[in-house]
């Protein structure tokens, strides 16, 4: 069987503990902050004894032996370990107010004549320079808005996808909440009808079937669907020939309730027909 290896980024206070629990009630032998250079030993890749499917995090504790990572995860592709990367981001703001809450000292802070704010804001800019390459290796997956069960049900079902193909994350968002994070492409379609201003669809959400039936009698809809799928097929077959091994396509709207669910949920019915995908809806609970 061959070995499997997911290996958890991200900034400090992303939650990547919790992606770390997620990955262990999955089955995987789980490490937190592991130093770069027993991530070999720790595979055992000559060894029978050692477990098939180990997740890792790895953080900015990992100092100067950080850089080292992608040549020795491209070390373990080469010799038949199948690696995923997953990368947790977080808008400033949140990653500011969840110190602030925790009272966490950032591992970057330095003490100085600078006030703790200051500090931690400056901590976590050299942070996202010291990461960005490993963000750019890796799926990235935007926690500002996420509850920890979000979160889990986000990490659980990206190690589930084959990681032989493309996959492609269909993502619904509010804009009122900030834009997505994580995304490879965004779709603005606050233009479009809202259902919300009809009392008996309000409620509902765009998985429902009496919003289905408002949207799918609006011709901007069907045009607004039509012209994003055109674009995703022009473009997929480079992005698949480029080794990507996920692509994100977020659709906001105002509340992310209505016509952004419903035009998430149509492109992944439209492009499961020859491509493995996934949906997600910030703003609503996991189904």
């Not at 808005?145 to 990490?155: E, H, I, N, T």
């Not at 509010?174 to 606050?190: P, S, T």
């Not at 309000?202 to 055109?230: K, N, Y």
């Not at 080794?243 to 396509?249: G, K, L």
């Amino acid at each position: 069987m061959m070995r499997q290896l997911v290996v958890i980024t991200g900034m400090s206070g992303s939650g990547k503990s919790i992606a770390l629990r997620a990955l262990e009630d999955a089955g995987y032998y789980c490490v937190d902050n592991l130093p770069p250079e027993l991530l070999e030993p720790l595979i055992g890749l000559d060894d029978p004894r050692k477990p098939g499917r180990t997740a890792v995090a790895m953080d900015v504790r990992s100092g100067a032996s950080l850089p080292q990572v992608p040549l020795m995860l491209q070390t373990l592709r080469d010799r038949g370990v199948e690696v995923r990367q997953i990368f947790l981001d977080a808008s400033d703001d949140t990653l500011l107010r969840r110190f602030s809450e925790t009272r966490r000292r950032h591992p970057l802070s330095s003490s100085g004549d600078v006030s703790q704010q200051q500090a931690l804001t400056e901590a976590i800019a050299a942070e996202r320079d010291l990461l960005a390459d490993m963000r750019e290796r890796s799926h990235v997956i935007d926690t500002s808005m996420l509850r920890a069960a979000q979160l889990q049900s986000f990490v659980k079902s990206l190690i589930a996808a084959p990681s032989s193909q493309l996959t492609l994350v269909f993502e619904s968002f509010a804009f009122k909440r900030g834009i997505a994070l994580d995304a490879d492409f965004v779709f603005d379609v606050r233009m479009l009808p809202n259902p919300h201003y009809e009392p008996e669809l309000r409620a509902l959400t765009g998985r429902d079937a009496g919003v289905i039936e408002f949207l799918r009698r609006e011709p901007e809809v069907g045009r607004m669907f039509h012209e994003i799928a055109a674009f995703l097929r022009g473009w997929l077959p480079e992005l698949a020939d480029n080794q990507r091994s996920y692509v994100t396509v977020a659709i906001g709207c105002t509340g992310g309730q209505h016509r952004s669910v419903y035009l998430v949920e149509q492109l992944a019915a439209a492009f499961s027909r020859d491509w493995h995908t996934l949906t997600r809806h910030r703003e609503l609970p996991p189904a």
